[in-house]
């Protein structure tokens, strides 16, 4: 079955650096990958969708990279601001069928961003 | 509404009582979600919906767990029995789903917290 891994449980920064988050699969080939940001007692919120045959989204201060060869995405945040701080999650896109539409979720990188 | 209501926001039960949740997706998505989330844990698929058919229910945990969407709007999860592990929070997302991957952006309700005594 497919495997997500998101790098460490948390990751600390300081305002004004970039943050980046990892997301590592295994044993899948997802059309296309998607972050979610979710805040405490709240549900996910979609940010960005990239295609299998893309590289690179950008979006604001946010930007995404998909190695398809790695298996890997990469989530950057530009310029973090404390309120940036949550959890985020990655999101793998089904191509069959029968789940389309599907996500599969990984765990979540909590996101601490200090003054 | 606007987004994706479910209810109730809360719920505390004891131990094997019957639970009945409730999700309203999005007005016009066809597609609906069900996941669950334990305390400090990521999103467990539970089951999809597609109109009010189930083409993937492979996530449900046990047979105490069903679900029915009536009207390709309101879905319902019932837990019956429920048992002291059922305690997490249980969300619901809906999506326009199809072949455009946009529309297979999901958007989530706020989530029902239920704790079993």
């Known amino acids: 079955s497919q495997k997500i891994e998101q790098n460490s449980e948390a990751l600390n920064i300081q305002e004004g650096k970039t943050a980046t988050l990892t997301c590592n699969y295994t044993?899948?080939?997802?059309?296309?990958l998607q972050w979610y940001r979710q805040d405490p007692g709240r549900g996910p919120v979609f940010l960005l969708l990239i295609r299998e045959n893309e590289k690179e989204k950008r979006k604001e201060r946010l930007k995404v990279t998909f190695d398809t060869t790695l298996k890997q995405s990469l989530f950057h945040i530009t310029a973090s601001q404390p309120a940036d701080s949550a959890t985020y999650l990655c999101?793998?896109?089904?191509?069959?069928?029968?789940?389309?539409?599907?996500?599969?979720f990984g765990r979540g990188t909590q996101l601490t961003v200090w003054p | 509404g606007a987004g994706v209501s479910q209810s109730p926001s809360n719920k505390v039960t004891e131990k094997g009582k019957d639970v009945e949740l409730r999700c309203d997706p999005i007005?016009?998505?066809?597609?609906l979600y069900w996941y669950r989330q334990s305390l400090g844990q990521g999103l467990e698929f539970l089951i999809y919906f597609q109109g009010n058919s189930a083409p993937d229910k492979s996530g449900l945990p046990s047979d105490r767990f069903s679900a029915e969407r009536t009207g390709g709007s309101v879905s319902t999860l019932t837990i019956q029995r429920t048992q002291q592990e059922d305690s997490a929070v249980y969300l619901c997302?809906?999506?326009?789903?199809?072949?455009?991957?946009?529309?297979?952006?999901?958007?989530f309700g706020a989530g029902t917290r239920l704790s079993v005594l």
């Open positions: 044993n899948y080939s997802p059309a296309y």
């Open positions: 999101a793998l896109g089904s191509r069959r069928g029968s789940t389309l539409g599907r996500l599969y």
């Open positions: 997302a809906s999506s326009l789903a199809g072949t455009a991957l946009a529309k297979n952006i999901q958007y």
């Open positions: 007005s016009g998505h066809t597609a």
